[in-house]
């Protein structure tokens, strides 16, 4: 056991976890788990939207980041054009100098991107974290989804509104946890279910905890016939009617037993909210894991450990938001898609072998956004972990 130089509670650093940062060929932690989140959540405002203007033409934006921001912040179409050089803002190493006071100059001076999204969204202006949405409002952290309002960590889901993760959903509303599911409202925690509201865990209404089921209503069975001569005695036309009824569902949820954690075709893991996963430790909300650790809002992800919102990911460390091919990132935030072998990178896209760089695209071998050889990045990258 060791003391958490933030907290001061003891934590275990594993003989797996040894392992992993041999890899790396970085030292042990010296913060526990939950103190490391924090410190790579402090870089991560994806639901949090102002009204501010761009720094480049002084038009009206809506940006994740405040007027006050230290660095300059630019439109979503301005910050990816090509009339402006990231390599421009790029400083020398200066080896008599602590790196992070050079790096903390540089992410004061790169222009950031107001919002992001990738070039497959369309008719979504207000959306934040997400690739690939299409006539969407306010939703984040989110991809593949089209006609979806309202809503966090949504994934290749249709017509849906206020909704936390849902997943291969369609029609749904004011629903938490949802895997391919199909026409449900006030639902929680449910998978392959269809006309369904207020379910916990097929044509079901105020159910908890059913399996294979169909034509139910407070856990009774009944005919279809009687199923749909039932239903319209609770209608759900109204908000009033809508809130009474949760406020009826509620109470009746109460009388059930829950499951220690949401599972499905994992082994060896730990955490809740995990499907199709193996050999993880302390993870949440995730889907198609191995060898994974302290670690939330996964997907096809291997081989990585203290990790927020990793896609497509392979071999990354002490990161947030890398996806879609990032390989071999370790101490970095908002790098993808396409990215490898990045140390201390900022908002950077289809980049590899860079050190300490902001807002950089397709480049390779810099340092302090400045350009290098191969042999020079090499050097001076050793130089600089030395």
């Not at 809506?62 to 007027?67: G, W």
């Not at 660095?71 to 301005?78: A, C, R, S």
């Not at 629903?175 to 097929?202: G, K, M, P, Q």
């Not at 199923?227 to 009746?252: A, C, P, T, V, W």
């Amino acid at each position: 056991m060791t003391s958490c130089k933030q907290c001061k509670k003891e934590f275990e650093i594993t003989d797996a976890d040894r392992e992993f940062y041999r890899k790396f060929d970085v030292s042990d932690p010296t913060q526990c788990p939950p103190c490391r989140m924090r410190r790579r959540l402090t870089f991560q405002n994806d639901k949090t939207l102002y009204a501010r203007t761009s720094s480049k033409s002084k038009k009206q934006i809506i940006s994740m980041y405040p007027c006050h921001t230290s660095f300059p912040v630019y439109d979503h179409e301005e910050w990816h054009a090509d009339d402006w050089d990231p390599l421009s803002y790029g400083q020398p190493i200066d080896f008599s100098q602590p790196f992070f006071e050079q790096f903390k100059e540089v992410r004061n001076r790169v222009p950031r991107v107001n919002l992001i999204s990738d070039s497959l969204c369309s008719n979504s202006p207000y959306v934040n974290g997400v690739s690939a949405v299409k006539n969407s409002h306010l939703i984040f952290a989110s991809a593949s989804d089209e006609n979806c309002y309202y809503g966090y960590r949504i994934i290749g889901s249709k017509n849906c509104v206020d909704n936390l993760l849902a997943n291969k959903c369609e029609l749904s509303y004011e629903c938490v946890e949802a895997y391919s599911s199909y026409n449900y409202r006030y639902c929680l925690h449910i998978r392959s279910c269809t006309d369904s509201a207020f379910l916990y865990v097929y044509k079901l209404f105020f159910c908890v905890a059913l399996r294979n089921k169909s034509y139910c209503i407070f856990n009774v069975q009944y005919s279809k016939e009687e199923y749909e001569k039932k239903i319209k005695e609770h209608q759900l036309d109204s908000y009033g009617s809508s809130e009474k009824m949760k406020k009826r569902f509620g109470e009746f949820l109460l009388k059930f037993p829950r499951r220690f954690a949401s599972l499905k075709n994992t082994e060896n893991v730990t955490g809740d909210n995990i499907q199709n996963a193996k050999n993880c430790t302390a993870v949440f909300d995730t889907l198609n894991a191995e060898n994974v650790s302290y670690a939330q809002f996964i997907d096809s992800t291997r081989d990585s450990t203290d990790l927020n919102y990793g896609f497509e990911s392979e071999l990354n460390y002490d990161s947030k938001m890398t996806g879609l091919h990032a390989y071999n990132v370790r101490f970095s935030t908002d790098v993808w898609p396409n990215v490898a072998n990045l140390d201390y990178c900022d908002s950077c896209e289809n980049i590899s072998d860079r050190f300490g760089c902001v807002g950089l695209r397709k480049k390779q071998y810099c340092i302090l956004n400045k350009q290098y050889t191969k042999e020079e990045y090499e050097l001076f990258r050793g130089r600089l972990i030395d």
